[in-house]
């Protein structure tokens, strides 16, 4: 059976989507507050639903610490905060998904069968490194080495960087690296992107990932 952990302090809210989720087959740890949480095993869960505002912090801190631990469990906000600027931090932090209150339940059960599928097809589709010359993508770490040294990387700039490096050379779209980056096509926006080219850029070398005009980026090798 598929555990999971929702972290929710609204009584009602917490209720009504453990019994749901139980509904559905899952095995569900209910959590009040940030210190309930903590105690958990958070390994043992498939996947994670958080609230971002809780009685003693933020659920974006525990998510931090979430990703400290594990960086492969599905987590998926829940929050009253709409702002764009919102939703980047939160995923930036490491959310796979985001999702405003009030929603239906069938909306974030799509959601996790989402999550749920891509966690899955990672695990069997992942590389465990990537060496493109002085560039090491250790998978299995979620490491980045160049010339011997390890970079830091935040979770979207390594997953944006592993995407353009398991296909060198070949051009992908600002939409594509969005959709297949973020989770959404389109979300938040192209800019982004070029962002992210340009904090990759500043951390390894100019040269590595190179615009394609008209289309959007890619990594260049010759091999």
């Known amino acids: 059976m598929i555990e999971c952990m929702i972290v929710e302090d609204d009584k009602t809210l917490g209720d009504s989507l453990k019994?749901?989720?139980?509904?559905?087959?899952?095995?569900?740890?209910?959590?009040?507050?940030?210190?309930?949480?903590?105690?958990?095993?958070?390994?043992?869960?498939?996947?994670?639903?958080?609230?971002?505002?809780?009685?003693?912090?933020?659920g974006i801190d525990f998510l931090r610490e979430v990703r400290g631990k594990d960086q492969n469990i599905p987590v998926i906000m829940l929050t009253a905060r709409t702002e764009v600027v919102d939703k980047v931090l939160g995923l930036e932090s490491g959310a796979n998904d985001y999702i405003?209150?009030?929603?239906?339940?069938?909306?974030?059960?799509?959601?996790?069968?989402?999550?749920?599928?891509?966690?899955?097809?990672?695990?069997?589709?992942?590389?465990?490194?990537?060496?493109?010359?002085?560039?090491?993508?250790?998978?299995?770490?979620?490491?980045i080495y160049f010339e011997g040294v390890e970079k830091e990387f935040t979770k979207m700039e390594y997953e944006f960087l592993k995407l353009l490096a398991e296909s060198p050379n070949r051009a992908f779209s600002r939409e594509e690296i969005l959709n297949k980056v973020w989770g959404y096509e389109n979300y938040p926006s192209t800019r982004t992107v070029d962002t992210h080219v340009l904090q990759i850029r500043q951390k390894l070398y100019d040269e590595l990932i190179e615009t394609v005009r008209g289309v959007g980026y890619r990594l260049k090798w010759d091999s």
């Open 100 to 143: 405003t209150k009030p929603f239906e339940p069938r909306e974030l059960m799509a959601r996790i069968r989402v999550q749920l599928r891509n966690k899955s097809s990672s695990t069997e589709e992942s590389h465990e490194k990537i060496t493109l010359g002085e560039l090491v993508i250790d998978d299995t770490q979620r490491k």
């Open 19 to 58: 019994k749901y989720l139980e509904g559905e087959g899952y095995k569900v740890s209910w959590c009040e507050s940030l210190a309930v949480a903590k105690n958990e095993d958070v390994k043992k869960f498939e996947f994670i639903i958080l609230d971002w505002m809780l009685p003693d912090g933020q």
